[in-house]
């Protein structure tokens, strides 16, 4: 790990200022960034703690929505009653996600904004395009039974590995960063991650320094939900596939490089295709690179089995 | 021994099988066991930190070492090109040797990814971790290194050393049976991933040199720390109180030791080592990898034939290490015709080592499930097959068993589980969304003693103090030690003290191989029926004693006390006056040529239910037992984790541990244990085990067998029979993930 200066900060604005400037970084309950600091993957000069900021409330919202401060953590998200109520399908999410110690301590902005468990990515002797521009992609011919089927390009082949993001995105909604100078914006939750292309060093939409303050959730849709996570163990183990569905809109996790909302499918289904159709339709699209070429048949099943309800 | 002569088998005071809890449970749970990297004897250590190289196979060819030496806090960077001289590789200088040199930075060949390369020594740990970055080592890499690693048949050679084993005509046996089974199981590299990361703290004083260390044994880090600073052992004080898992993986000292005591020695201060999780994965040893081919010959009724267990192994190409998967084979089942084998694949890779019950942990996933397959095909309950084809003496070598308990397991964890309500045919019972099924395996191991010594002594206040160059890596053994010579002598638990890790006392084998507690053991048990004899002697011959004039042959120990007749004297007030300095003895075992007439194993059967997900393939243990038998058992709460441990273990090798080696760098892609997957506690549902009776005579004087490694023999193979027997699915390329379940049953669906 290398040295490095950290502050507390005061309130959003002045945090926003201080991890805009060059080797700055915001920390909340560091779950995934000092592990990667400690490998020296992420390399910050300087840390701005927003984990004491005043933005762990969840309130519904006066349009039927759910507002959920940054700071919330992962527990007491899965664990709200209006939560567990209202967007079940985010409960099961972040239910599904790390291990109870980790819930504890990761915040919701934090989550959202967590890297790729890639195992290249993770270790600095091998070449990574996220890590190091232009280095190239050891994933592509190497070991990527955990890497994206959809969405994925010849730089990066990762996934994101957030359970939570995939149940959020399932309902819809937004994030509220704010900037330096106290200026919001509402950014939608389908906009926030972005897809590898040329720069997979670049994840988000988030300008340098902008520090999500809230997610707000649309209205839950009318419907049944459910998060449905595959994984090599039963516990503490990131998803091969997962799918989120709130009503009629249904989401994928663990592979792309964001949360991959089905738009594909939940159009299909609008237009009366079958779930097995519904699903068929949206991993069309879908390319293996050999380790992960089981993570198609398995993506699509699980779609299809969420979609028309199985969940016994 | 006879067994009125015997304290263990007479159990006076009832604490031999007591489930006593373990004596440094405590300190473990509350942070307070000092383990190497912890002890705080000696403040002041400085930090290293190492570096490891980032090809397979090559040479270093340039080395910058100035930005890491200008680092903060730096004091020390060393290479290949200023690290001190030490003897080479293997040297043995020293008459009684049981280790060679291990000599780091020694020069500029790299010999497998992760060798270490460069150590950074800091004030703190963060400086020299730092720093350690900052080490510029460029390499050449050899233009043959290739890891061949697809392709192992290509790559095996033969080794010999089955020879014994071949037996009647195999080929001819397997040529005309009506059952065949022919089949070839592959299982991956696994990584023992201790709790405690292997771990160095040393100092000098004057020419002495003092090393905590964790590790298996005492006495063989302590020799090869003597050899690679070529000093007399002697002045090597090991020290390994305290050892978080070992599994194997800590039989051998790695560059932490020597390292730290040669960068102590340098700086004048104490110096500490620790590998990083992701050092562990390249720098300490793993399980090779193996391809098995199994073939079974049987008549109609399930008599077998002939039976081959052929294994092909991969191990470094400067190591002979290999997994002896079809070592098992020769022992567990009758069969006239038989072929064993084993062949090497050569690769560069790290050096394998062994890893908890090498040989049966990987060996019992071919031949079990080849069993299996046999029953389906025959007709056959499984447990009847096994029942069937079991021996009356040693199938290969002809020896007598020394017990042989097996069908009793069998049969009683056939009984406990409702084995009787099994229905054969796969995919018979669906509960929602999982296919369920049972599945069972038999578990074998073999059964070691080796020699050892104890001391120990009784203090004037009749504190019984026990010492041994032995350790304790998590198992029981400070417990099982103060239980014997409790037992032995007669006092109470709390008046007995276990001391263990330390080079200077009485020698014993460390742990490993399910031998420790025999070993240690029976050496403890010898040391206090000497420490008995002295002190009736001492009574008898005390004109103050009670016992005085008394017959020391009729003395007896017990609450307490030594009494002869009517006459009985507190043993502290005994020592108290007779001998105020205390009273000390010696033991030993040997073991009985006697022993080696006999087969020895460990016995016991696993029955195992599983749900199998029929949409995504996903696998989920819903219970598990195990019956066993392991001789007489010391302490029933310590020996019953060991085997739920083991069967977990199992659990793990059947559906989850796996390494991928990525054959462009040399390594392994799980570096961490977020990659690396080993059940966690929601994958184990209704686990249990147990032990049957018996007491094995000839294993050893207390009666005993090992329990370390049991509990994972078979376990898995019970897990993929169960997986069959649900979904219809027969995986033979462990571990049994997603995909290759969800090949099946989209095979099956057409």
Not at chain 1, 226 to 249: E, I, N, P, W
Not at chain 2, 68 to 92: D, F, Y
């Amino acid at each position: 790990m290398r040295a490095f200066t950290y502050e507390r900060a005061g309130d959003a604005a002045g945090a926003a200022r201080a991890a805009a400037r060059p080797g700055a970084k915001l920390i909340a309950g560091g779950t995934n960034l000092i592990d990667l600091m400690k490998l020296e993957i992420e390399t910050p000069t300087h840390l701005v703690d927003v984990s004491r900021l005043p933005l762990a409330g969840i309130e519904p919202t006066p349009d039927g929505g759910l507002r959920i401060g940054a700071m919330a953590t992962n527990t007491a998200l899965a664990v709200h009653p209006q939560v567990r109520a209202r967007y079940p399908v985010v409960a099961q999410a972040v239910l599904a996600g790390a291990s109870g110690q980790l819930r504890n301590k990761a915040t919701v902005g934090g989550n959202l904004l967590q890297r790729t468990r890639c195992g290249y990515f993770y270790d600095p002797a091998k070449p990574c395009n996220k890590r190091e521009p232009g280095a190239g992609c050891a994933a592509l011919e190497g070991f990527n039974r955990m890497h994206a089927i959809l969405g994925a390009s010849e730089a990066c082949i990762a996934t994101h590995p957030s359970d939570m993001a995939v149940g959020m995105t399932a309902v819809g909604g937004r994030v509220e960063p704010v900037d330096g100078e106290g200026r919001t914006r509402a950014l939608p939750l389908s906009e926030l991650h972005r897809l590898p292309g040329d720069t997979p060093q670049v994840e988000t939409a988030l300008a340098p320094g902008e520090l999500i303050t809230a997610v707000v959730l649309d209205p839950p849709p009318a419907g049944r939900q459910l998060y449905r996570k595959v994984r090599d163990r039963a516990s503490y183990a990131f998803g091969l596939a997962s799918v989120a569905v709130a009503g009629g809109q249904a989401a994928l996790g663990a592979v792309a490089h964001r949360p991959w909302r089905a738009t594909t499918a939940e159009a299909a289904l609008a237009g009366g295709a079958s779930p097995d159709e519904a699903a068929a339709a949206e991993l069309a699209p879908a390319q293996g690179r050999g380790g992960n070429d089981f993570k198609i048949p398995l993506t699509r099943r699980l779609l299809a089995a969420a979609l028309a309800g199985e969940n016994a | 021994m006879a067994d009125d002569a015997n304290p263990i088998a007479l159990n006076r005071a009832g604490l031999i099988g007591k489930p006593v809890d373990r004596l440094e449970g405590k300190l473990k749970v509350s942070g307070t066991a000092d383990y190497a990297y912890e002890v705080m004897e000696k403040p002041g250590a400085a930090f290293g930190y190492l570096v490891g190289a980032t090809i397979p196979r090559g040479k270093i060819a340039g080395v910058d070492i100035s930005a890491a030496e200008a680092a903060p806090g730096v004091l020390l960077v060393w290479t290949h090109r200023n690290a001190p001289s030490q003897p080479a590789p293997g040297t043995q200088s020293q008459a009684g040797s049981q280790a060679p040199a291990q000599p780091e930075l020694y020069d500029e060949r790299i010999r497998f990814y992760g060798q270490t390369a460069a150590l950074v020594v800091a004030e703190s740990f963060e400086q020299a971790a730092a720093a350690a970055r900052l080490v510029r080592i460029d390499y050449e890499a050899d233009a043959g290194a290739a890891v061949v690693f697809d392709d192992m048949h290509a790559a095996a050679r033969d080794t010999g050393g089955d020879e014994e084993a071949q037996k009647g005509d195999f080929d001819a046996a397997f040529a005309s049976a009506p059952a065949v089974i022919d089949a070839t199981w592959t299982t991956p590299v696994q990584n023992h991933c201790q709790m405690e990361p292997h771990a160095s703290l040393c100092w000098w004083e004057g020419d002495q040199v003092y090393a905590f260390t964790s590790n298996q044994s005492v006495k063989r880090p302590q020799h090869a720390l003597g050899e690679t600073l070529g000093i007399d052992r002697n002045k090597v004080h090991l020290r390994a109180r305290y050892i978080g898992g070992g599994f194997g993986g800590k039989n051998n000292s790695y560059a932490d030791l020597t390292l730290s005591a040669l960068a102590a020695r340098e700086l004048k201060r104490p110096v500490k080592i620790a590998l990083t999780r992701q050092q562990m994965f390249h720098m300490t040893v793993h399980r090779p990898a193996t391809v098995q081919r199994v073939r079974l010959a049987a008549d109609r009724n399930g008599q077998l034939t002939g039976i081959s267990h052929e294994t092909i192994s991969h191990c470094a190409r400067a190591d002979r290490f290999m997994e002896r998967a079809s070592a098992f084979t020769k022992n567990l089942y009758a069969a006239p015709n038989r072929r064993i084998g084993h062949k090497l694949a050569l690769m560069d890779l790290p050096v394998a080592g062994a890893m908890r019950a090498p040989g049966e942990a990987v060996g019992m996933l071919a031949l079990e499930c080849a069993m299996d397959e046999l029953a389906e095909q025959l007709g056959m309950d499984p447990v009847d097959l096994r029942i069937l084809n079991e021996p009356d003496v040693d199938p290969t070598d002809g020896r007598p068993f020394s017990t042989r308990p097996l069908v009793r397991c069998l049969k009683e964890g056939a009984q406990a589980f409702g084995w009787d309500a099994r229905i054969p045919t796969p995919r018979h019972t669906r509960d929602g969304r999982w296919w369920v099924g049972t599945g069972m395996a038999a578990a074998i191991r073999g059964n070691f003693l080796l020699p050892a010594k104890a001391q120990i002594h009784i203090s004037a206040e009749g504190i019984v103090t026990v010492r041994q160059a032995m350790t304790d890596i998590g198992t029981g053994t400070y417990t099982i030690l103060a239980q014997i010579a409790a037992e032995t002598l007669g006092v109470p638990l709390e008046e007995v003290r276990i001391e263990l890790g330390h080079s200077e006392w009485a020698p014993a084998p460390g742990s490993g191989g399910s031998f420790g507690a025999a070993s240690a053991g029976s050496a403890a048990m010898d040391a206090g029926i000497n420490l008995r004899s002295k002190l009736a002697a001492l009574a008898v011959g005390d004109a103050a004693s009670p016992l005085h004039g008394g017959d020391p042959a009729k003395a007896e120990f017990r609450d307490g006390n030594i009494v002869i007749g009517n006459q009985a004297e507190a043993l502290g007030d005994l020592v108290r006056r007779a001998s105020p300095q205390g009273v000390d003895a010696v033991g030993a075992v040997t073991p009985d040529p006697k022993g080696r007439e006999y087969s020895q194993h460990t016995y016991g059967g696993h029955f195992c239910e599983v749900g199998v997900d029929a949409v995504t393939g996903e696998v989920r243990v819903r219970r598990m037992i195990g019956v066993f038998a392991a001789g007489r058992i010391l302490n029933h709460k310590t020996a019953r984790s060991q085997l739920t441990g083991g069967m977990i273990w199992g659990i793990g090798g059947a559906l989850h541990e796996e390494n991928h080696v990525d054959p462009r760098f040399g390594s392994f892609v799980a570096q961490d244990l977020a990659q690396y997957h080993v059940p966690a506690q929601a994958d184990i549902a209704g686990l249990d085990a147990w032990f049957i009776d018996e007491v094995d005579d000839i294993a050893n004087p207390l009666g005993i067998k090992g329990v370390g490694e049991l509990g994972i023999c078979g376990a898995g193979a019970a897990v993929a029979n169960a997986v069959y027997n649900a979904c219809g699915v027969r995986v033979r390329d462990y571990p049994i993930t997603v995909e290759k379940v969800l090949a099946g049953l989209q095979a099956l669906e057409g």
